[in-house]
């Protein structure tokens, strides 16, 4: 219940020693977000839609403003055989801005957006373009939709390990800070 939500926050942030001190909270905001990062990630995507799949993915954080972008691209999308297969498609991408609660813990809120498709990949029906042949995919089963959700990061000694969780996805990563 919400009650025991709110209390097991309080115990999480007490338990790491935060303190409510709005000077510290500047100081940490102006120096910690004064950095560039780059992660990669690898999770998974569409798992409350029972549409599960694994995606990997990139981040970016830039004086504080974060970006990623994910896929799980369709495994038969440029096969050349001629056959169908049961495929999968997904994308993400998200944007929040962090905010560091201490020098080696940060949260990041964000919002974006998630797309899942689980179908047919068809091998005799393709086109052809520079870049080579190109499967037509049919959704059977499909998402997208608004996605939110939060980020944790803890630095040690400009190594980023991030943990986020939103409304369609999970994963985890790791980064450098420069």
């Given amino acids: 219940n919400k009650k025991n939500e709110i209390s097991f926050i309080n115990f999480f942030f007490l338990f790491l020693g935060i303190e409510a001190d709005a000077k510290g909270f500047s100081d940490n905001f102006k120096a910690e977000n004064h950095h560039w990062n780059l992660g990669l990630h690898f999770g998974g995507i569409g798992q409350t839609e029972d549409l599960g799949m ?8 830039i004086y504080g403003f974060y970006f990623d972008v994910g896929v799980c691209p369709s495994s038969h999308e440029s096969d050349v055989r001629v056959d169908k297969w049961d495929d999968n498609e997904a994308l993400m991408f998200h944007a929040g801005y962090q905010l560091p609660l201490t020098k080696w813990l940060r949260v990041i809120p964000i919002i974006g957006y998630s797309h899942c498709a689980s179908g047919t990949t068809d091998g005799s029906n393709y086109h052809v373009t520079s870049n080579g042949i190109h499967n037509e995919f049919t959704a059977d089963e499909s998402f997208s939709k608004f996605d939110y959700g939060t980020a944790a990061v803890f630095n040690i000694n400009h190594i980023n390990l991030q943990a986020t969780i939103t409304r369609y996805s ?9």
């Fill in 54 to 61: 694994p995606v990997f993915a990139v981040s970016t954080t």
């Fill in 170 to 178: 999970w994963y985890l990563g790791v980064g450098y800070e420069f």
